[in-house]
C-alpha cells in the first residue's frame, strides 16, 4: 500500500524559519556569557585586590603601632633613668624588642637606635622601626627628644625688680619673680610671678607687675613718675609699642635658688674630669679660650688703678676697676672632654671657640656671702660657630661683670648665670672717662641673674646701647651641667621616614 504525504508550502516555510529563529539566539549567548564572565571575573579580581591591600593597610597600620610603641617604651625607661641611652644593656644598638598580644602571643617587634646627646646637651634621637611576623614591610619614626634647660627665657631674674631702660632690645622671653619695667623694645612675651609692684625708681602706688613708663603713641619718650594707665584698677592694654608679643602676669615663680645651686656639683666634676683652679692667692685668674679647642690661663697679680677721682659714688659692694694690669702666664689647657672649669677665685674671661661646648664657673666653698668671687668680661667673647654646635655657660657665685676699661663695642657670646648677685656693671661716674660712656653691648645667649640686672644708669653712663639676642639653641642643648627646669623629656619632633 502506498502513501502519500503531502506537506504544503506555508508548513514547509514555517520550518524553515523556526530553524533560522534558533541558530540566531547562540551568538547573543554567547556574546552575553562572555561579557558576564568577564564582569564576574573583574569583580572578583577586584575583590581579591581590596582584600589584599586591606590586609596591607591593616599590616602597615600594626606596624606603625609597633614602631610607636618603641618610642613609648623609650621615654618611660628614660623617666626611670635619664642617662641611659643603651636600653640598660651597656652595648651598642640596635636594640629589639617583641611584642606580645594579650594572649601571650609574638605579634611583631620594634628596634630602636639612639642617638644619645652632645657633651652637655640633653636632646637626643630616637628612630623606632616597627615590624609585623610575617610580613616584610617596615615603618620607621625618628623622634627627637630633650629636657629643657633655664636657658627657656633670654632674661630670668630671681629676687629683685628689674628695670630694662631706653635703648635695650631684647630678643626672647623675659620673667622676673618680682616687678618688670620694661623702657625699650621688647620681641617676645615678659612674665612676672607677682600682679602688681611697687617701683624703685619713684615714688606713688604700685603699678602692674609688668609696666611701661614710655609714652604712648603718637607719643614719645619716658615719663619716670608713676603712670596712673600703668596701675590698677586701669584695664591692662597690650601696649604693643613695647610689648611686640605681649606681657603676662602673674604666673608661677621660678625656684631661681634651686635652679642654680649645682655650682659644688661644677667643682667636684671640674675636679675628678675637668680643669680645677685653686685659690690664686692673689686677685684671680684670667681665662682666654681659643680657637683649637684649648685655652691660655694667667695669674692676674693686680687689676688697674682708677683715676684720680673715679671711685665707688654709691656705695656699690664690691666695687672695683674690675680691669687688668699684670698678669702672669701659667700655662695653655686642652678644653676637657665634660667641658667643665671650675675656679675658686675671680675669673676674667675672654675670647673665641670653635666647635666646644664649655661652662666656666667660679665659687668658693664654704659659701661666704662677704668672699663670693666674681666673673668679668672686659673684651669680646665670641663663637664661630651659630648653629649650636657652640655654646658657653658663665655660672659666677657672685656678680657677673663688665669692668671700668672694657671694649667699647662689646659682645658677649654665652649663658651668664649670677646665682647671688647681679649681671651687669658697676657705676663708672664722668670721673671715670673716658671709660665712663661705652657705645654698644650685644648679648647672644640668656641672662640668669638673682639681683637687678643693668649695663647702664639713668645719667647716661654705661652702655648706650643694648642688644639681647636669645640663642634657642641653649634650651635643649645648654652647656655642659647647666641648670634644667624639670627632669622630664619632651618631645620636639615626630616625623615617619
Known sequence: ????????????????????????????????????????????????????????????????QLAESGIDYYRWHLAHDKDDFQDGTGNPGPYVHQVLDKDGNIVGEFSLDITPPLMGSTKLCIESTGKVVGSPIERVIRVEMAIPSLAKYAVVAGSDNMRFGEGTEVFGPIHSNQGVRFDGLAHNIVTSALSVCDDPDHTGDNEFAVHTHVNPPPGSGVDDTFRPLEAPPNEITSRSDVFEVGRKFPVPAIDFVGLTNNLATIKTNAQSEGEYFAPSGSQGYQIILNNDDTFDVYKVTS???????????LGQSGWSTWSIQNKTFIGNFVIPDNGLIFVEDNVWIEGIINTARVTIAAGRFPDNPANRPQIIVNNDLLYTNYDGSDVIALISQGNLNVGLISENDLRIDAALVSQNGRVGRYYYSSFCAPYDIRNSITLYGMIATNNRYGFAYTNGTGYQIRNINYDANLLYGPPPSFPRTSDQYEILSWEEI
Open 303 to 313: 687689676q688697674a688703678n682708677p683715676s684720680l677721682w673715679c671711685f665707688d659714688t
Open 1 to 64: 500500500m502506498k502513501i502519500n504525504f503531502q506537506f504544503s508550502n506555508s508548513y514547509l516555510h514555517k520550518q524553515v524559519k523556526f530553524q533560522r529563529q534558533n541558530g540566531g539566539l547562540l551568538i547573543p549567548i554567547i556574546i552575553f556569557t562572555a561579557i558576564a564572565l568577564i564582569i564576574i571575573t573583574g569583580i572578583m579580581s577586584w575583590t581579591r585586590i581590596t582584600i589584599e591591600a586591606n590586609r596591607q593597610l591593616i599590616t602597615r597600620e600594626m606596624t606603625i
